[in-house]
């Protein structure tokens, strides 16, 4: 209770690549809270990620050599998870154990989406951080971006108060692949493009469908369908590519993961009426970069978004040669012609309204409202879909099974080929 009524809360970073970063970055805009300390197995990276600390002044960050040293240090308050899907069960466990042993004491923890590679991750995830006792925080960014949070007001307050509920919500991500190898293999993360990046879209599309201060269960998800294929990285070029970018590891023309897959959820709305979930993901997107789309559809109104639909723009003829990188968009793909630029990525993708919204949570002594119970549900409608396209029909849901079901892509037995 001492750590409650703080006025400031100190965090720790468990995870120092590229979604930690997004998160120390988002931080000038979070008030109320310090990045004190920072782990990850790599120590340049927790070094660097340190760094950047400093620079941006959000806080003194300490490079901790192990989870259990950060999260027993008095001046860390939280942690927040944003390691490797395949590593969070024994972060988990090992955090639990410092506060079970007496050796330190957290408000609560933060993880990064999805919360588990299968519903029985995701749910041991759950029942560890309710054993210690803990508030926890689901990281799904994308309900905090600024044009979903504000296109849900207007679009709540003003089409449905007067023309009735929305009834179908369309989600759409797209970009040309992950950073790092271990995304790409369906057994270390859990599947491909539809566990990586369909649990931003299932949500997103939920919570513009869930009126504003109800109850997550006031829409209850009905039916599930969904198809997966690897429609890229499966072809000879893609396939030798990925070998020579992992240094082996990873065999697309033997041991894909799906690149494509869509989902189409069937809610009920709290009268009783079908409303519809439209998710489309892919790593095979070649265009300026990362594109997020959302569309909503009412009796009387529609909503739009694309984040490459920029107030900002930059031309540059072929004769500005320079080195790549991503300082335009994420998952930038060419350094010429007429290029969108997101001047507040952190911002736009939510990365700054969901820590403003955790650590206000957390020194309020209050539940985030995006937590773990909701990181479940996500794990148990993606799961869904995987089983949905394995046996190609539609599905009730929760269908029989889903407690222990791993889809065949996270065993590395999935080959649309064969």
């Known amino acids: 209770m001492a750590k409650m009524a703080k006025k400031r809360l100190g965090v720790g970073m468990i995870g120092a690549g590229f979604i930690g970063n997004f998160h120390i970055r988002s931080w000038e805009g979070v008030r109320n809270g310090d990045i004190l300390g920072i782990m990850d197995k790599k120590d340049d990276l927790a070094a660097e990620a340190a760094g950047?600390?400093?620079?941006?002044?959000?806080?003194?960050?300490?490079?901790?050599?192990?989870?259990?040293?950060?999260?027993?240090?008095?001046?860390?308050?939280?942690?927040?998870?944003?390691?490797?899907?395949?590593?969070?069960?024994?972060?988990?466990?090992?955090i639990v154990d410092v506060i079970e042993s007496g050796k330190g004491e957290l408000i609560g923890v933060c993880c990064e989406k999805p919360l588990g590679r299968n519903v029985a991750e995701a749910r041991k995830l759950y029942e560890l951080v309710q054993r210690a006792d803990l508030l926890d925080g689901y990281l799904e960014d994308q309900i905090f971006s600024t044009s979903t949070v504000r296109g849900k007001q207007i679009l709540w307050g003003r089409g449905a108060a007067v023309a009735g509920r929305p009834y179908?919500?369309?989600?759409?991500?797209?970009?040309?692949?992950?950073?790092?190898?271990?995304?790409?293999?369906?057994?270390?993360?859990?599947?491909?493009?539809?566990?990586?990046?369909?649990?931003?879209?299932v949500e997103t599309a939920r919570f513009l469908l869930t009126k504003p201060g109800a109850p997550r269960d006031s829409i209850k998800p009905k039916k599930v369908n969904a198809y997966t294929n690897c429609l890229k990285w499966q072809q000879p070029k893609y396939a030798e590519h990925l070998s020579n970018y992992s240094n082996g590891k990873l065999n697309y023309a033997e041991r894909p993961a799906e690149d494509f897959a869509r989902s189409l959820v069937e809610y009920e709305d709290e009268n009783g009426n079908p409303i519809v979930t439209e998710n489309t993901t892919t790593w095979s997107h070649v265009g300026a970069g990362l594109r997020l789309t959302v569309e909503v559809l009412g009796p009387e109104y529609s909503m739009a978004i694309n984040s490459l639909d920029t107030d900002l723009k930059i031309f540059l003829s072929r004769n500005v040669k320079g080195g790549e990188g991503e300082d335009l968009v994420e998952k930038q793909n060419a350094e010429m012609g007429l290029m969108p630029i997101v001047g507040d990525e952190e911002g736009a993708y939510g990365y700054t309204g969901e820590n403003r919204h955790m650590v206000q949570s957390f020194l309020s002594g209050k539940r985030p409202e995006e937590n773990f119970a909701d990181g479940v549900e996500v794990a148990e409608l993606l799961m869904t879909a995987y089983m949905s396209a394995e046996q190609e029909k539609t599905l009730e849901f929760p269908p029989p099974g889903i407690e222990t079901y791993i889809p065949p892509v996270a065993k590395g037995e999935w080959n649309p080929k064969k």
């Open 52 to 94: 950047l600390c400093k620079k941006l002044d959000v806080g003194e960050a300490k490079v901790f050599k192990s989870i259990s040293e950060m999260a027993a240090d008095p001046s860390i308050d939280a942690l927040w998870i944003c390691a490797p899907n395949f590593t969070r069960i024994e972060i988990m466990e090992e």
């Open 168 to 201: 179908l919500a369309r989600a759409a991500e797209e970009h040309s692949g992950p950073h790092m190898p271990w995304f790409w293999d369906g057994v270390l993360q859990g599947g491909g493009v539809l566990n990586d990046m369909m649990c931003h879209s």
